[in-house]
């Protein structure tokens, strides 16, 4: 198995809503990422956990929670989302190999925020 | 500090001509560097990579880019563009963090 997979593909909530966001992979990959990408923006890193303890927040907005239940899964916990929150976010985790780190993606969560 | 710099936004070509997609970077590590596509509405699919084995490096779709540490370049080439390879291209450098650094992205645009 050499795929990260993310549920649900597509996601529309009001800005009072409470949703999460699945992200799950099967390769022992240790390192997994959220990114949140805009149209033909590159991704912008939100977290990143190593070995299931978060190691990078980027200084996201609270209303955005994740959770790594185990070395397989991420979670995305959003609540009282705003309208510019809309974009793909984008499931990744990577493979350390020598030293270096390849990653492997999902395809995103098309998310839109009413 | 690391950076990426992918010189163009959008490179027009017509179906059939080659294609050059130009990515430079900057670092004091030995890199990794990668190049992704991304269609519309879609996930990042890694197209090829290089990890300081051999310095051309032949990747899925035809494509193929030659690490040039002297120039210290990474551009992706393809000798005939097809209408399905219209997509963004990312250059992504790995300088042995496991925190990669993104170029702004490419658009491949192609002409029949």
């Known amino acids: 198995d050499t795929e990260v997979t993310q549920t649900p593909k597509h996601l529309v909530m009001g800005m009072t809503n409470k949703k999460s966001l699945k992200c799950e992979q099967h390769m022992g990959h240790r390192a997994m990422y959220w990114y949140k990408q805009k149209a033909k923006k590159p991704p912008e890193l939100m977290f990143v956990y190593s070995y299931e303890k978060l190691s990078i927040n980027e200084s996201v907005p609270s209303r955005f929670s994740p959770e790594c239940p185990n070395s397989s899964l991420l979670n995305l916990h959003l609540h009282a989302l705003q309208p510019e929150d809309s974009a793909l976010y984008l499931c990744?985790?990577?493979?350390?190999?020598?030293?270096?780190?390849?990653?492997?993606f999902g395809p995103g969560t098309r998310l839109t925020v009413t | 500090a690391q950076s990426v710099t992918q010189l163009d936004s959008h490179v027009s070509v017509s179906e059939g001509t080659p294609v050059l997609l130009r990515c430079n970077y900057s670092s004091s590590y030995s890199p990794s560097l990668f190049w992704y596509v991304q269609h519309p509405n879609k996930g990042l699919q890694l197209l090829l990579k290089y990890t300081s084995a051999a310095t051309l490096v032949k990747g899925i779709n035809g494509f193929e880019a030659e690490f040039k540490k002297s120039e210290t370049s990474f551009h992706l080439t393809k000798p005939s563009a097809h209408m399905s390879d219209a997509a963004e291209y990312f250059c992504v450098f790995s300088g042995g963090s496991y925190i990669p650094t993104f170029g702004r992205g490419t658009s491949l645009i192609v002409h029949p």
């Open positions: 990744a985790s990577s493979l350390e190999r020598g030293g270096q780190y390849e990653q492997y």
